[in-house]
């Protein structure tokens, strides 16, 4: 099958992770007999410096033409004044609004090679193998009233949580599909303590979980579910999350694995039922890290494996997708490390010879 995706590199160590996860797809490509028809397009401050804006809208209008996008990363300390007219995370916004990304998926492996690798305990940390589902659209990013202002007392500032019902229920229905899929256990996360907002969402998880009857259904405060975390990483299989609480929690769990370098993401405008295909975007979350961009020692491995979420979400290319984190455990396994996971004793490797150690074992 011939398939379009559309590549944004973006900012910092964008294009050089990304250049390797479109080696591994070309790879997979050819052994597999798909053809993937490849157009390159600018975001974030490298747009900005080329056109004036973060994101033209012609390259918008194309990306939404593809299949799916392979992002990057944008931003940094060039790009960082507060009072510019236009931002490199612009870009990133209008990609979600127009695409309609509402989910974003980040699954947190702690792979047995790298177990010793965290700074958590190796006994807390066999066997985690979490999927975190955090919206993307809503809640406190962008509600509305927003902004500050000067009053007889003193600046005054307000930030506006909003939900809606519909907005609730697509994603705790990738949350339960998720858990369908996995090993049917999901922990939404609320503070239904505290705010309407959280009850709301509780009550339409609760009515969900009738519609779900495979799936064990388990509320959770977001201050317990930070604590457990890293208590008691192995009790999550699926975790659910607003906007503001799924940023955080995500976040949080990268601590696990060792390294934001070995974890992808998935961002979605559709659920992901069984065999079904959906527009999405994905990446890896360590974003744009200005400080080694250039220097050819960025760890590509969480760009190739979303890569493999692109193949199985996307393309309806499962078992492919299978096939490169296969690679990337096997790699791992052998020993060699990209220097955030290396010790003293480990000769680390660039970008480019971690990538062509994914390819060997790929072939």
Same mark, same amino acid.
């Given at each position: 099958?011939?398939?379009?995706?559309?590549?944004?590199?973006?900012?910092?160590?964008?294009?050089?992770?990304?250049?390797?996860?479109?080696?591994?797809?070309?790879?997979?490509?050819?052994?597999?007999?798909?053809?993937?028809?490849?157009?390159?397009?600018?975001?974030?401050?490298?747009?900005?410096?080329?056109?004036?804006?973060?994101?033209?809208?012609?390259?918008?209008?194309?990306?939404?033409?593809?299949?799916?996008?392979?992002?990057?990363?944008?931003?940094?300390?060039?790009?960082?004044?507060?009072?510019?007219?236009?931002?490199?995370?612009?870009?990133?916004?209008?990609?979600?609004?127009?695409?309609?990304?509402?989910?974003?998926?980040?699954?947190?492996?702690?792979?047995?090679?790298?177990?010793?690798?965290?700074?958590?305990?190796?006994?807390?940390?066999?066997?985690?193998?979490?999927?975190?589902?955090?919206?993307?659209?809503?809640?406190?990013?962008?509600?509305?009233?927003?902004?500050?202002?000067?009053?007889?007392?003193?600046?005054?500032?307000?930030?506006?949580?909003?939900?809606?019902?519909?907005?609730?229920?697509?994603?705790?229905?990738?949350?339960?599909?998720?858990?369908?899929?996995?090993?049917?256990?999901?922990?939404?996360?609320?503070?239904?303590?505290?705010?309407?907002?959280?009850?709301?969402?509780?009550?339409?998880?609760?009515?969900?979980?009738?519609?779900?009857?495979?799936?064990?259904?388990?509320?959770?405060?977001?201050?317990?579910?930070?604590?457990?975390?890293?208590?008691?990483?192995?009790?999550?299989?699926?975790?659910?999350?607003?906007?503001?609480?799924?940023? $955080?929690?995500?976040?949080? @769990?990268? *601590? &696990? /694995?060792?390294?934001?370098? #070995?974890?992808? =993401?998935?961002? +979605?405008?559709?659920?992901?039922?069984?065999?079904?295909?959906?527009?999405?975007?994905?990446?890896?979350?360590?974003?744009?890290?200005?400080?080694?961009?250039?220097?050819? $020692?960025?760890?590509?491995? @969480?760009? *190739? &494996? /979303?890569?493999?979420?692109? #193949?199985?979400? =996307?393309?309806? +290319?499962?078992?492919?997708?299978?096939?490169?984190?296969?690679?990337?455990?096997?790699?791992?396994?052998?020993?060699?490390?990209?220097?955030?996971?290396?010790?003293?004793?480990?000769?680390?490797?660039?970008?480019?010879?971690?990538?062509?150690?994914?390819?060997?074992?790929? =072939?």
């Amino acid at each position: 099958m011939d398939f379009k995706i559309a590549v944004m590199p973006g900012d910092g160590i964008g294009p050089e992770v990304v250049a390797q996860g479109v080696a591994v797809l070309q790879a997979v490509g050819k052994a597999s007999g798909h053809a993937f028809e490849l157009s390159y397009h600018d975001v974030g401050g490298i747009s900005i410096d080329r056109h004036g804006t973060a994101l033209r809208d012609e390259d918008l209008d194309a990306v939404a033409e593809a299949d799916a996008i392979l992002f990057g990363s944008v931003g940094g300390p060039k790009w960082d004044d507060p009072t510019a007219p236009t931002r490199p995370e612009d870009g990133l916004l209008a990609l979600r609004k127009r695409l309609g990304l509402f989910a974003n998926l980040r699954p947190v492996k702690v792979f047995p090679a790298l177990v010793d690798a965290s700074v958590l305990k190796p006994s807390v940390l066999h066997g985690v193998d979490v999927l975190v589902v955090r919206e993307l659209t809503g809640g406190i990013y962008y509600g509305r009233p927003r902004g500050r202002k000067q009053t007889k007392r003193g600046w005054s500032a307000v930030d506006t949580m909003r939900y809606s019902e519909a907005e609730i229920r697509r994603v705790l229905q990738v949350g339960f599909e998720s858990a369908r899929e996995r090993r049917k256990h999901l922990c939404s996360v609320d503070k239904a303590n505290v705010l309407e907002t959280s009850r709301l969402w509780r009550r339409i998880a609760t009515e969900m979980a009738e519609e779900y009857p495979d799936v064990t259904l388990e509320h959770m405060l977001v201050d317990t579910c930070a604590m457990q975390l890293v208590q008691r990483p192995t009790r999550f299989d699926v975790i659910v999350a607003e906007n503001t609480f799924g940023d $955080i929690l995500t976040d949080e @769990a990268a *601590v &696990l /694995s060792a390294s934001m370098g #070995l974890l992808p =993401s998935a961002s +979605l405008a559709g659920v992901p039922v069984a065999g079904a295909t959906t527009m999405g975007m994905y990446e890896p979350i360590h974003g744009s890290a200005p400080d080694i961009a250039g220097k050819g $020692i960025a760890n590509p491995i @969480a760009t *190739v &494996l /979303s890569v493999a979420l692109m #193949l199985r979400y =996307s393309l309806g +290319l499962s078992e492919e997708g299978a096939m490169i984190e296969a690679a990337v455990e096997t790699v791992l396994q052998e020993g060699h490390r990209t220097p955030d996971l290396a010790t003293e004793n480990d000769t680390a490797l660039g970008t480019e010879d971690m990538g062509a150690r994914i390819l060997d074992a790929l =072939s």
